[in-house]
């Protein structure tokens, strides 16, 4: 096969096909045992070839050219198990991110319902006035400029909402996690 290795590092594309044919089997073989999959091993194969023909000008005439298609497949096998841990990595890293959004999202969802549910007891107005202070940060003078009511009355509302809500314990912490969350 030393006589192979001078024609194909020329380009010939008939001893190119003879290593193939000749070499072939014992390449898959080696990708079969080594991922035990018939589909992989054909590509690896393919791709071990394709290498092969693609650096043909490395070749060296000193050394048998079994020797070198399959120090050739060995690097191909070894970059597709990176590949594949790598793969397998970023999978996870993936999935674990996607969960911790899906449990922030559950989170926010909770806390939202438990502050909807402490400000209903609040009449319309005043409820407007405290999610626009407490939640939007909302100064009392833009309150008053956007609801056309004084600021002493958005002060009021304010001090009457924050009275009213005194029986419910969690609602300066739940409007705290809102703004933290947002």
């Not at 073989?29 to 043909?56: H, P, S």
């Not at 909807?116 to 005043?126: C, F, G, I, N």
């Not at 056309?148 to 996690?177: F, M, N, W």
Request: glycine share 2%; proline share 2%; with cysteine.
């Amino acid at each position: 096969m030393l006589s192979y290795i001078h024609n194909l590092k020329s380009g010939n594309h008939e001893s190119f096909e003879m290593v193939f044919r000749l070499s072939h089997k014992k390449v898959y073989a080696y990708f079969f045992k080594k991922t035990n999959d018939e589909d992989k091993a054909q590509d690896l194969t393919q791709l071990a070839f394709i290498k092969l023909w693609n650096f043909r000008h490395t070749l060296s005439e000193e050394h048998e050219m079994d020797v070198q298609l399959f120090r050739i497949a060995r690097t191909t096998l070894l970059d597709y198990f990176k590949k594949e841990s790598n793969d397998e990595r970023n999978l996870k890293l993936y999935y674990t991110h996607i969960s911790e959004e899906a449990t922030d999202q559950h989170q926010k969802f909770e806390i939202n319902q438990q502050l909807e549910v402490a400000l209903s007891v609040l009449p319309p107005t005043r409820k407007k006035v405290f999610i626009l202070s407490r939640l939007q940060g909302y100064s009392y003078k833009e309150i008053s400029e956007q609801l056309c009511i004084s600021p002493r009355t958005v002060e009021k509302h304010i001090s009457l909402a924050v009275k009213q809500l005194d029986g419910y314990a969690l609602v300066p912490v739940l409007v705290l996690l809102t703004k933290i969350l947002d």
